[in-house]
């Protein structure tokens, strides 16, 4: 910034401020000076210049001015090939921060936390939303880090307030006694004490308050009057509403976090913190203002004496260049200084967060750092990271001599054409006579004299054949720019079907390597909108109102109080690329297709209104979500009937299986019966073989006997086996049967339950 010193002579300034002194500002044993607080800007601007040498230079790529002076012979033209490229870039990186109106998302750390959570996600989205209006500031982000490489905002808190005149309740109160009457005499007279009521009362207020302050905001005035009240006065107080009365109330109008985007050259920045914000001992931000303006601030002092240095014009380092001056001093444009850093000023030898600012040589400011986190208020975002620097690099220091060469080669081959004639005929001069030059002027028949060929005395001029070299090389530009930028630029000499090859695998691939790489800057910014997130939630903490509305819909409201989005959380930021939203949706799509009608009404409609989310169709999502089909009378009334008659199958399937029972039990008996004459025949062929044995002696007739007993037993178990094989078929034959059909109206029952017909 150029400075420069303006007479102010001729402006008058009352004499009073003549006789103004400065004060000192703090009350520290060991408080910075003007001489220390600039020695660190000098050090800090000796490093900065060589920074913003390299920004000019591309600024001047990313503006592209016209080559030379207006004394160059030949064409100035220079290509905008870095703007082509950022025009296209800038959307790309701010779409994804943009398409969700909630951009953060609130992560409780411990259970206790998750409520809390909840409502700091609805208050920062809000904020952002609104207060900060989240588009402009994100699109102004975006095309700084574009054109420049990095983009320096700074945090703050507005609050202003007026006076206003309200209609105020009043109340009288009235102090209860408790009554000097046992509680058995009360009970047994049905008296209640209305002492006992009322602390029962509060004490139930006292808890919603804690637990529930919404529901306690909206119970009657007079209720929470007097428990306010006793509460403040430790007695029982009733109160009671006498009417209304104006009163002159200071009622906030504007309490929200401000964001703004600094110009980088006037941003000085430590140059020991190697790249590291958060370990910068300083960083010391220049802006114009007036006195005016800082009046208005209410964080200034000091500054009448300032307005005596302007009107004397005792230092010239104040006064910015603007041809334009404002006659009066407190429109005057000065330059204010305000420091952001780390100072010993109680002289033990440890540091604590400050702030200082200054115009010129006078101190307006000194005070600790008033943000919760005590850091400096600013947050650094870059493009393309810088090793050990907080500066980032943009696309024109890697197509600075792309560009240049386009613009070479385009310069050449205008020249070249606007050197040769065009749209030009010649003839011989005595081809034509002046009737048959007028006719052949007019483009009619005409008539040429003898010994004369048209095809040979008249030429017609053209532009000369442009090098194929030259087309060669302004498209080899285009493509290497596009691959050092990694940006679809989609032009005629841009990405085309022949460049990234004939077969579908080769386009996805190139198209999938330029997605990541713009996902990997999207990070990198999605990390620094997360620390900028982070200081507005710990503002939010310590300036936010006792309880802000957030306005969910457009008839859903929630109350945030401060006490409610105290705790520790994490912050995240959720992105997507619209390649990458396309890709979820056709997947989607694709799974809707193959499974058919296979999938339930519930996870189809979940479906459906995943895929129009990421078509960004909002309405249209929630529309499908929330929808329900109106019932079918006839189909309602089909499935009622085919619900009484599956009740009727089951009932006869019910008599069907106790017949069946009454049979197996019959033929249980059968089987008893088959059992006992089995035994008898058992019985006999035991004394048929007694009597064989009394009969016949001998080893002989005993082998026999043996023999024949073995058979009869062998015969008796394959007949028992028999028969109890046959009735446990025919018992499990009976009982499967029922249960299948039992089970097969049940499933058609259920069916018909989850799956009504509409």
């Known amino acids: 910034m150029k400075v420069l010193q303006v007479p102010d002579s001729?402006?008058?300034?009352?004499?009073?401020?003549?006789?103004?002194?400065?004060?000192?500002?703090?009350?520290?044993?060991?408080?910075?000076?003007?001489?220390?607080?600039?020695?660190?800007?000098?050090?800090?601007?000796?490093?900065?210049?060589?920074?913003?040498?390299?920004?000019?230079y591309w600024e001047r790529l990313y503006d592209a001015p016209k080559f030379g002076d207006k004394k160059h012979k030949g064409s100035r033209v220079n290509p905008k090939l870095i703007r082509k490229q950022a025009e296209w870039t800038a959307p790309a990186l701010s779409e994804p921060f943009l398409s969700t109106s909630n951009l953060f998302e609130v992560k409780a750390l411990t259970f206790e936390d998750v409520a809390r959570a909840k409502q700091n996600t609805l208050l920062l989205n809000r904020q952002f939303?609104?207060?900060?209006?989240?588009?402009?500031?994100?699109?102004?982000?975006?095309?700084?880090?574009?054109?420049?490489?990095?983009?320096?905002?700074?945090?703050?808190?507005?609050?202003?307030?007026?006076?206003?005149?309200?209609?105020?309740?009043?109340?009288?109160?009235?102090?209860?006694?408790?009554?000097?009457?046992?509680?058995?005499?009360?009970?047994?007279?049905?008296?209640?004490?209305?002492?006992?009521?009322?602390?029962?009362?509060?004490?139930?207020?006292?808890?919603?308050?804690?637990?529930?302050?919404?529901s306690y905001e909206q119970l009657p005035s007079e209720l929470k009057a007097g428990f306010e009240m006793s509460t403040e006065k430790g007695v029982l107080l009733q109160a009671t509403s006498i009417g209304f009365k104006k009163e002159k109330i200071i009622k906030p109008i504007t309490n929200k976090p401000t964001v703004d985007i600094c110009d980088i050259k006037n941003v000085y920045i430590d140059p020991t913190c190697k790249g590291n914000l958060d370990k910068a001992q300083f960083v010391i931000h220049g802006f114009e203002s007036s006195l005016s303006d800082l009046k208005k601030n209410g964080?200034?002092?000091?500054?009448?004496?300032?307005?005596?240095?302007?009107?004397?014009?005792?230092?010239?380092?104040?006064?910015?260049?603007?041809?334009?001056?404002?006659?009066?001093?407190?429109?005057?444009?000065?330059?204010?200084?305000?420091?952001?850093?780390?100072?010993?000023?109680?002289?033990?030898?440890?540091?604590?967060?400050?702030?200082?600012?200054?115009?010129?040589?006078?101190?307006?400011?000194?005070?600790?750092?008033?943000?919760?986190?005590?850091?400096?208020?600013?947050?650094?975002?870059?493009?393309?990271?810088?090793?050990?620097?907080?500066y980032g690099i943009p696309n024109a220091e890697l197509l600075g001599d792309n560009q240049e060469i386009l613009g070479a080669v385009t310069r050449g081959m205008i020249d070249l054409m606007g050197k040769s004639a065009n749209s030009q005929t010649g003839y011989a001069k005595n081809f034509l006579d002046a009737t048959n030059k007028?006719?052949?002027?007019?483009?009619?028949?005409?008539?040429?004299?003898?010994?004369?060929?048209?095809?040979?005395?008249?030429?017609?001029?053209?532009?000369?054949?442009?090098?194929?070299?030259?087309?060669?090389?302004?498209?080899?530009?285009?493509?290497?720019?596009?691959?050092?930028?990694?940006?679809?630029?989609?032009?005629?000499?841009?990405?085309?079907?022949?460049?990234?090859?004939?077969?579908?695998?080769?386009?996805?691939?190139?198209?999938?390597a330029v997605s990541k790489r713009e996902m990997s800057t999207l990070r990198r910014i999605s990390d620094d909108f997360v620390k900028l997130g982070r200081k507005i939630m710990s503002m939010n903490s310590a300036f936010l109102s006792e309880q802000e509305v957030v306005r969910i819909t457009n008839t859903e409201f929630v109350s945030v109080r401060q006490d409610d989005i105290l705790g520790h959380y994490d912050l995240s930021i959720s992105i997507a690329t619209a390649e990458a939203d396309d890709a979820k949706a056709k997947e989607l799509s694709f799974m809707l297709q193959t499974m058919g009608n296979t999938l339930g009404q519930d996870i189809t409609r979940m479906m459906l209104?995943?895929?129009?989310?990421?078509?960004?169709?909002?309405?249209?999502?929630?529309?499908?979500?929330?929808?329900?089909?109106?019932?079918?009378?006839?189909?309602?009334?089909?499935?009622?009937?085919?619900?009484?008659?599956?009740?009727?199958?089951?009932?006869?399937?019910?008599?069907?299986?106790?017949?069946?029972?009454?049979?197996?039990?019959?033929?249980?008996?059968?089987?008893s019966t088959e059992q006992a004459r089995a035994e008898n025949l058992q019985s006999q062929a035991d004394s048929n073989s007694l009597d064989f044995a009394e009969r016949y002696t001998g080893v002989t007739q005993e082998n026999e006997f043996n023999k024949q007993a073995m058979n009869n037993q062998t015969a008796l178990d394959k007949e028992r086996l028999k028969q109890d094989t046959q009735l446990n078929m025919q018992q499990n034959q009976m009982i499967g049967d029922m249960a299948n059909q039992v089970f097969n109206i049940q499933d058609r029952q259920e069916t018909l339950s989850a799956n009504p017909t509409y």
């Open 609 to 671: 209104s995943e895929i129009a989310t990421l078509r960004k169709m909002p309405d249209l999502a929630k529309a499908i979500k929330e929808y329900k089909p109106e019932p079918d009378p006839m189909a309602q009334q089909m499935q009622e009937l085919e619900m009484q008659r599956l009740q009727a199958e089951t009932e006869l399937l019910k008599s069907q299986a106790q017949e069946n029972m009454a049979k197996a039990q019959v033929q249980q008996a059968k089987v």
């Open 129 to 214: 939303n609104v207060d900060l209006n989240k588009t402009k500031l994100v699109d102004s982000i975006i095309r700084a880090l574009v054109k420049r490489g990095t983009c320096i905002v700074r945090t703050g808190w507005e609050y202003q307030e007026k006076e206003v005149i309200e209609d105020i309740e009043q109340f009288e109160y009235t102090q209860l006694q408790p009554l000097n009457i046992p509680p058995e005499m009360l009970q047994e007279q049905g008296i209640e004490d209305p002492y006992s009521q009322l602390e029962a009362q509060y004490m139930q207020l006292a808890q919603l308050q804690q637990s529930e302050p919404d």
């Open 10 to 56: 001729e402006v008058e300034v009352p004499k009073s401020l003549h006789d103004v002194n400065p004060i000192k500002l703090t009350k520290w044993t060991k408080e910075p000076n003007i001489n220390d607080l600039k020695y660190d800007l000098r050090q800090a601007q000796s490093s900065q210049s060589q920074v913003m040498a390299q920004v000019d």
């Open 438 to 512: 007028n006719r052949y002027l007019n483009g009619l028949d005409y008539e040429y004299n003898q010994g004369f060929d048209p095809r040979v005395h008249i030429h017609q001029h053209k532009y000369p054949e442009i090098p194929n070299s030259a087309l060669t090389m302004i498209q080899m530009m285009n493509n290497e720019a596009e691959s050092l930028s990694g940006v679809k630029a989609f032009s005629g000499t841009g990405i085309s079907a022949s460049s990234l090859g004939d077969v579908a695998a080769g386009v996805r691939g190139v198209l999938d």
């Open 299 to 390: 964080n200034y002092k000091n500054l009448d004496y300032l307005a005596k240095c302007i009107h004397d014009n005792t230092d010239s380092n104040f006064i910015t260049s603007h041809d334009f001056r404002f006659a009066d001093v407190a429109r005057r444009k000065v330059i204010v200084y305000e420091y952001w850093g780390y100072w010993d000023i109680h002289g033990k030898g440890e540091t604590s967060p400050i702030v200082a600012t200054w115009v010129g040589d006078v101190l307006i400011r000194m005070e600790e750092n008033p943000f919760p986190d005590g850091k400096p208020p600013f947050v650094v975002f870059n493009y393309i990271p810088d090793e050990d620097s907080v």
